[in-house]
């Protein structure tokens, strides 16, 4: 590995970087990263919630290095704090990079998840 430091956080979501997410230089979207980061805030507040979440904010995002057409893009969540009805994660994004062990971290933002009951109102958190 590349990168001196390590993901925080658990290994919440894997997927490869494929040409149809890409402009024309070959960078992929933003935006198809960000997606990938709002899967796996869904799947890990789900988890915590044990129900339904919608994301209720991004905060604090920075795109430090390009994704690449080929690269295995991988997303680390951490719940940095439950209230009564949210869920706030830390999330980053690390790329490995195409036919090498190089992972360099690509981004990172909090996200906030709301827990919703089967009408589509916030429902509290279960205390775990």
Do not use: C
Request: proline share 5%.
């Amino acid at each position: 590995m590349t990168d001196t430091k390590m993901p925080n956080g658990q290994l919440t979501l894997r997927t490869l970087a494929m040409p149809g997410d890409a402009n024309a230089a070959g960078d992929i979207f933003g935006g198809w990263v960000m997606a990938q980061m709002d899967l796996a805030s869904g799947i890990r507040a789900a988890e915590r919630a044990r129900g339904r979440v919608v994301t209720a904010a991004v905060k604090e995002m920075a795109f430090e290095l390009p994704v690449k057409i080929g690269d295995t893009l991988s997303i680390y969540t951490d719940i940095a704090r439950v209230g009564r009805t949210s869920i706030t994660l830390a999330v980053e994004a690390w790329a490995q990079r195409y036919l090498t062990t190089t992972l360099e971290k690509v981004t990172g933002a909090t996200f906030v998840m709301v827990a919703l009951d089967q009408q589509g109102h916030p429902t509290p958190v279960p205390v775990e």
